[in-house]
């Protein structure tokens, strides 16, 4: 006789929903993630919270620098309309006579009417001011010391915390710690599937304080956490340039544009005029208006000349014309729309970061976005205190009073 063959053992169950299902989708409250988030979304708000509400808020500033500097010094900065405007090279000989021990780097062109003409010096011991002219009659009108006014000082504390290249580093971190607060702030906010419009999206304004604070906190922040996040990951490029260099180099970064255009040192009988130098570039580059002229700074350099085109993203423009400082000649022409994907992603970190992609509705929101991390901080502050900090001093204080001895009632 055969042998029976052996009892086939019960094949393993597998496990339900556990598995299939993660918890953290049905039931977020009782995932362990979601509590681990939920610390490190608490404690590392209450640590990095005054230095985003800092920065976030001199950040709504710094969107609108230009018009709060034309605010503060429009006896510098506006001017009365002409009929024409003066040529700009004898205004420009006349700006840098007047300050022979700085070096003049760039020149403003406000194509606004009532704008007046500004020139950019540097000069020893990290000095740097604005020289301003009227371009109806060349009258030089005054300078302003572009390192001691107050929208300089709000910019470098946005941008550095007032500590120069190691502050800037140091906000790069701290953005990072709050670009993870953001990230955890979506784990705490998921309410769990089927429940995402009715609990996600509520403020149930008849409750009582707490409840509204705590609705308005977890609404808020979901709504503004993708415009926060990018906000966050733009501002980061600036003190950490490399790793997104990499990226775009993935894109396709244009190899050729890794040398600016030079020009050729040579003996000149005449230099090029400022105004020859823009009526070439507006020869090489018809569309748009000439808003900036970068002067050179080495033998080699060349004149850069930007303009901004009807449709351009940028409200400074993006296109230049290159021109050499020997003969004005042109030495390439810098077109945005033919840069490479790479280039064009490096060159969207700043209007991105500052709102001014999209004009003046871009620029109002990302005011509004600046000072939504003050209302998460005090918020936030507030479910702390009532959940926290209350209890433990309502508890010290009961033990103090038990602790008391009772005083005996005399008959």
Known sequence: M??????????????????????????????????????????????????????????????????????????????TPGSRRVALQPVYEAVKQAHPGDTLRTINLPTAPDAAWSFWFTGPKDKSFHAFADPYTGKILGTDLANDNLTEWIYELHANLLGGSTGEKINGIAAMFFGLLCLSGIVIWWPGRGRVLKQGFTIQWRAQWKRRNYDLHKVVGIASVGLLLLVIVTGIYFPFRQPYRAVASWMGHPEAKTESPRSRPRPVMRWPTLDEVIATANAALPEGEVNWIGLPRRPDDDISVRKRLPGDWRLTGSDYVHLDQYTGTVLSVERHAERSRGERFLRSMFPLHVGTFGGLFTRLLWVVLGLVPSLLFISGFLMWWNRVVRPQMLARARAVVAARPRLSRTP
């Open 2 to 79: 055969n042998p029976a063959p052996p009892a086939l053992s019960p094949a393993p169950t597998r496990p339900t929903s556990r598995v299939a299902t993660p918890d953290i989708l049905d039931r977020p409250r009782q995932s362990r993630l979601r509590g681990l988030l939920f610390q490190v979304h608490l404690w590392l708000g209450l640590a990095v919270g005054l230095y985003v509400v800092v920065v976030s808020v001199t950040g709504s500033l710094v969107v609108f620098r230009g018009e709060i500097e034309d605010a503060l010094q429009s006896e510098l900065t506006r001017v």
